[in-house]
């Protein structure tokens, strides 16, 4: 998985450098201006549920959504952003995205979401798996 997203536009609830701010990939792209951006280089899947790239106290940082308790269990569906927590539809854990880390904050789960690279080129955000 790689995609570059061009911080120059216009998202819905992501503002570059702006602390809590979030902007999610998922196999229909991210959103951009109301309307769905494909990258030129998507695969079907993002992650197992999508993933959501977090202005956090120490930069960017990029997780996979799903919960990894609930994935190894076989439910993918995407947390919800709430804040500055990631929250599992399912089992209810909570992960402090802010951290740049995503723990766990309930202990429901054992593990961390799981985390990409990404990098900062001027105007360009570029998430590797």
Known sequence: MRVTIDTRGLFVNFTPEALNSYIIVNAQGYQENGKYVKPVTAIDAWGYGGVVVYVSLF??????????????????EPCEIV???????????????????????????????????????????????
């Open 59 to 76: 930069g960017y940082v990029a997780f996979d959504l799903a919960c990894p308790y609930c994935a190894g269990r076989g439910r993918k």
């Open 83 to 129: 804040g500055m927590n990631a929250v599992c539809p399912h089992c209810g854990e909570e992960y402090e995205l802010g951290s740049g880390y995503a723990l766990p904050r309930k202990g429901i789960s054992k593990e961390a979401m799981r985390k990409y690279n990404i990098t900062n080129s001027g105007d360009k955000l570029t998430i590797i798996q």
